[in-house]
């Protein structure tokens, strides 16, 4: 992933991370992948790896089948060495330590608890060669078990400790928190500057210019993937994501990965419910699981040009891991 957000950085796009838990979701982003011509990376949080057993994810992750399309294989929210370190092993090609909470996942940590975790999964995972994602400060919202609640607004990334956090781990990547909060339900308006904090993600990127920032929670909760669901007997409340525009700012302010998974889930959900609303004497699965994936691809396609990735699969050859390694074995340590 390394190699993939500092060709991002060089071309000033922002790349989509998508998550995943079965076949038809990493088909779904591989297509949309190829169809746009598009670097890729497939993310799998704690849930999705015991929902599926791991190894049938990393499995389906064909790669063979896309030879021309650069796919990085990332763990989302690790929540301790132990964890990053089980995806490394299995080939994960990146791993995200999130040591802003405690290893179960809700609790808010210590900044100290949060640069020593981190710093020790940079220490195991630079000499093989995968990338290193952290975060700093406490993004809202639950996700596949793993958040602190509320609105995220309470841990809003301080930009010395970012700095500070940044120089002691040698990370590569920096989740940063700035309103955004996982789940569909991120606002109850349309953002603007007193809860999507852009200024302060702004202020992070000048104080680390060269430090790859990353989004969470960044889906757009569009309305008309709300009214599908609904129209078809879903029971979705009104709720607003965060808008391209405010994404596409942050990705002309350093940010080079956007984590986007609830825009697919209604995406598939619109899908299925309405093959079942119209012909429910249909029971093939394929019968609702092929337009369920030609939805989320139409989203993931979609998010692909919105963030700039889109022609981009073909700009530079991935270099092997040992050579990545080579180049970023010392964690740049104070
Ligand atoms: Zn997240």
Same mark, same amino acid.
């Given at each position: 992933?390394?190699?993939?957000?500092?060709?991002?950085?060089?071309?000033?796009?922002?790349?989509?991370?998508?998550?995943?838990?079965?076949?038809?979701?990493?088909?779904?982003?591989?297509?949309?992948?190829?169809?746009?011509?598009?670097?890729?990376?497939?993310?799998?949080?704690?849930?999705?790896?015991?929902?599926?057993?791991?190894?049938?994810?990393?499995?389906?992750?064909?790669?063979?089948?896309?030879? *021309? /399309?650069?796919?990085?294989? +990332?763990?989302?929210?690790?929540?301790?060495?132990?964890?990053?370190?089980?995806?490394? @092993?299995?080939?994960?090609?990146?791993?995200?330590?999130?040591?802003?909470?405690?290893?179960?996942?809700?609790?808010?940590?210590?900044?100290?608890?949060?640069?020593?975790?981190?710093r020790k999964v940079v220490e195991y995972a630079h000499p093989k060669g995968v990338t290193v994602e952290g975060e700093i400060g406490v993004l809202g919202g639950i996700e596949d078990g793993h958040g602190a609640g509320g609105s995220g607004l309470e841990h809003v990334t301080d930009p010395?400790?970012?700095?500070?956090?940044?120089?002691?781990?040698?990370? @590569?990547?920096?989740?940063?928190?700035?309103?955004?909060?996982?789940?569909?339900?991120?606002?109850?308006?349309?953002?603007?500057?007193?809860?999507?904090?852009?200024?302060?993600? /702004? &202020?992070?990127? &000048?104080?680390?210019?060269?430090?790859?920032?990353?989004? +969470?929670?960044?889906?757009?909760?569009?309305?008309?993937?709300?009214?599908?669901?609904?129209?078809?007997?879903? &029971?979705?409340?009104?709720?607003?994501?965060? !808008?391209?525009? *405010?994404?596409?700012?942050?990705?002309?302010?350093?940010?080079?990965?956007?984590?986007?998974?609830?825009?697919?889930?209604?995406? /598939?959900?619109?899908?299925?419910? &309405?093959?079942?609303? *119209?012909? !429910?004497?249909?029971?093939? !699965?394929?019968?609702?699981?092929?337009?369920?994936?030609e939805a989320m691809k139409k989203v993931v396609a979609q998010r692909m040009m919105e963030f700039g990735q889109a022609g981009h699969a073909g700009d530079y050859k991935p270099i092997p891991l040992s050579e990545i390694a080579k180049q970023y074995r010392q964690p740049a340590l104070v």
């Open positions: 992933m390394r190699q993939l957000l500092d060709e991002a950085a060089k071309g000033g796009y922002g790349v989509g991370a998508f998550n995943v838990n079965n076949m038809e979701q990493i088909q779904a982003i591989m297509e949309a992948a190829k169809e746009t011509n598009s670097p890729v990376i497939i993310q799998a949080s704690r849930g999705a790896r015991s929902y599926s057993q791991d190894k049938y994810l990393y499995h389906l992750a064909a790669a063979e089948l896309y030879p *021309e /399309i650069p796919l990085v294989m +990332h763990l989302d929210h690790g929540n301790s060495f132990e964890t990053c370190k089980s995806a490394i @092993d299995l080939g994960f090609t990146s791993v995200m330590m999130d040591g802003s909470l405690m290893p179960d996942g809700k609790t808010p940590s210590s900044f100290d608890y949060n640069v020593s975790e981190t010395d400790q970012a700095v500070e956090f940044v120089k002691q781990t040698g990370l @590569d990547a920096l989740a940063i928190a700035i309103g955004t909060s996982h789940g569909a339900y991120k606002f109850t308006k349309k953002p603007d500057g007193s809860v999507l904090k852009m200024d302060v993600l /702004i &202020k992070i990127h &000048k104080r680390l210019p060269t430090t790859h920032l990353v989004m +969470h929670g960044s889906s757009s909760v569009p309305k008309d993937l709300q009214d599908v669901v609904n129209q078809y007997g879903g &029971k979705l409340k009104p709720t607003w994501g965060v !808008p391209v525009e *405010e994404i596409q700012l942050g990705i002309r302010n350093g940010v080079r990965k956007v984590n986007v998974d609830t825009d697919n889930r209604l995406a /598939i959900t619109g899908a299925i419910r &309405k093959v079942f609303a *119209e012909t !429910p004497e249909k029971f093939d !699965p394929r019968d609702y699981l092929k337009p369920a994936r």
